[in-house]
C-alpha cells in the first residue's frame, strides 16, 4: 500500500510540474531552429540567450551582436533569419485555421533579415504584414531577405 502511494504522489508530481510548461506551449508561436554567437530573445525588455529549442511568443524579439544569428520556425511554418547586428520584434502573430485567425506582423528594427512564407500567407495573405522604419511590405506568399540600416 506504501508503494501505491509513493507513485501515485510521484505522479502528481510530476503532473503538477508538467501542467505550467503545457500552457505555455499553448501560446508559442514557434520555436529557435538555430542560433549561434551573441544571440538573444527580448522578452518583456530582458535578454534571454537564444538556444536551439527555445520558445518563441508572440511579442518577443529577436536580437544578435556583431557575430550572432538566430533562426526561428513558427508553428504555420514561416522562418525567420536574422543575421549580424540585427534586430526584429514579432508585434503580432496568430495561428488558429480552425477558428479563422491568422496574423503575423513582425518589425526589423536594424539588420539584415530573411522571411520565408507559411501557411498564414497562403491561407490569408493580406494577414502578413513586415515592417521597416520606412517601409511596409505585404507579402503574398514569397520568401525575401532585407537589410534595414539604422
Given at each position: 500500500?506504501a508503494?501505491?502511494?509513493?507513485?501515485?504522489?510521484?505522479?502528481?508530481?510530476?503532473l503538477?510540474?508538467?501542467?505550467?510548461?503545457?500552457?505555455?506551449e499553448q501560446?508559442?508561436?514557434g520555436?529557435?531552429?538555430?542560433a549561434?554567437g551573441?544571440?538573444?530573445?527580448?522578452r518583456a525588455?530582458a535578454?534571454?540567450?537564444?538556444?536551439a529549442?527555445?520558445?518563441?511568443?508572440?511579442?518577443d524579439?529577436?536580437?544578435?551582436?556583431?557575430?550572432?544569428?538566430?533562426?526561428?520556425?513558427?508553428?504555420?511554418n514561416?522562418r525567420?533569419?536574422i543575421?549580424?547586428?540585427?534586430?526584429?520584434?514579432?508585434d503580432?502573430?496568430?495561428y488558429?485555421?480552425?477558428?479563422?485567425q491568422?496574423a503575423f506582423?513582425?518589425?526589423?528594427?536594424?539588420?539584415?533579415?530573411?522571411?520565408?512564407?507559411?501557411?498564414?500567407?497562403k491561407?490569408?495573405p493580406?494577414?502578413?504584414?513586415?515592417?521597416?522604419?520606412?517601409?511596409i511590405?505585404?507579402?503574398?506568399g514569397?520568401?525575401?531577405?532585407?537589410?534595414?540600416?539604422?
Open positions: 500500500m508503494n501505491r502511494r509513493f507513485w501515485i504522489g510521484t505522479f502528481a508530481a510530476l503538477a510540474m508538467a501542467t505550467p510548461v503545457a500552457a505555455q501560446g508559442a508561436a520555436r529557435v531552429k538555430i549561434s551573441s544571440a538573444f530573445i527580448v525588455g535578454e534571454i540567450p537564444a538556444v529549442g527555445a520558445v518563441v511568443y508572440e511579442a524579439g529577436l536580437k544578435t551582436g556583431a557575430d550572432g544569428r538566430i533562426g526561428v520556425t513558427l508553428k504555420d514561416t525567420v533569419s543575421g549580424p547586428t540585427s534586430e526584429v520584434s514579432l503580432r502573430y496568430a488558429a485555421p480552425g477558428e479563422g491568422f506582423a513582425m518589425k526589423v528594427v536594424r539588420g539584415v533579415a530573411a522571411y520565408v512564407s507559411g501557411q498564414i500567407a491561407l490569408s493580406d494577414a502578413v504584414r513586415l515592417e521597416t522604419p520606412t517601409a511590405v505585404g507579402v503574398r514569397t520568401s525575401l531577405a532585407m537589410r534595414v540600416e539604422p
